[in-house]
């Protein structure tokens, strides 16, 4: 990897988040944990330099690799010339995924860009077809997040928006060592499956958002009195009584599936 970036004189930028893991034993570990099969769809998110991509390609039917990057994105075109069952798109994944929104049948496999990783997750998991899996290598403190149950400390806002479509089946962490050039945070491999039912139907994941983010934005706050910003109180009386919360209840307190049903409730 360094012999490459050398002989293309190909300098890292630190606002794309560019860590790269070359560890062979921790790729192969990411593909197993994603369960990558002869008929998957896999959407890669930040290649890099490809390792990831190639064994990626050796298991998947088709993959989609989006590169932001336009000189990784030109080696990566020349490496992978030959691969006909492989995609490469020099793109902003962000502002790609706004405007396709159909993932049902694909799987993310990624070694996401950590400047971005959080809000890229989200995007994926709040599509109006989200994917079946995913398997993304992260900060360490945001798999913790994604993973935390109420009550803990790590618990918020990222958890619970990605939480109601997925469910966390496992983590692992990841040395610093294996990434070059190694990253100052510690990194986790979280896989993330989509939960057989719906918690809510998709008309009330807006208004799950608005009460998830009003209720986490003054985090020692009483969310009863934060909510008060957007519904009436008596509304709000009435919808905490139904799922059992005291008004003096905080935020991080309060469960997804809490949250699901006083979504529902303060709903018309």
Request: charged residues 25%.
């Amino acid at each position: 990897m360094k012999h490459v970036l050398a002989e293309r004189d190909l300098k890292l930028t630190k606002s794309l988040g560019q860590n790269f893991l070359h560890d062979q034993n921790q790729l192969r570990r990411i593909v197993r944990a994603a369960e990558v099969g002869s008929t998957d769809k896999i959407l890669e998110i930040g290649p890099g330099l490809g390792p990831l991509t190639e064994l990626l390609i050796e298991k998947a039917a088709e993959v989609l690799a989006i590169e932001k990057d336009e000189r990784l994105f030109d080696y990566l075109s020349q490496k992978f010339a030959s691969v006909a069952h492989l995609k490469l798109l020099h793109a902003d994944a962000m502002e790609y995924l706004k405007s396709h929104r159909q993932w049902r049948e694909w799987k993310l496999v990624a070694n996401l860009p950590y400047s971005v990783a959080s809000p890229l997750l989200v995007e994926l998991a709040q599509a109006e077809e989200p994917p079946a899996r995913m398997t993304a290598t992260l900060q360490l403190e945001v798999a913790q997040r994604i993973a935390a149950p109420a009550g803990s400390e790590h618990f918020g806002v990222l958890g619970l928006l990605v939480g109601l479509r997925y469910e966390a089946r496992d983590w692992f962490k990841i040395p610093a060592g294996c990434f070059f050039p190694a990253p100052e945070v510690d990194s986790a491999c979280i896989v993330l499956s989509r939960r057989p039912e719906e918690l809510l139907p998709p008309a009330l994941h807006e208004t799950f958002n608005r009460i998830v983010k009003r209720g986490f934005s003054q985090r020692r706050k009483m969310m009863f009195k934060l909510l008060k910003q957007d519904w009436p109180e008596a509304a709000l009386q009435a919808a905490f009584e139904r799922v059992g919360l005291p008004p003096r209840t905080r935020a991080e307190e309060v469960s997804l599936e809490q949250f699901a049903r006083l979504t529902d409730t303060l709903s018309p």
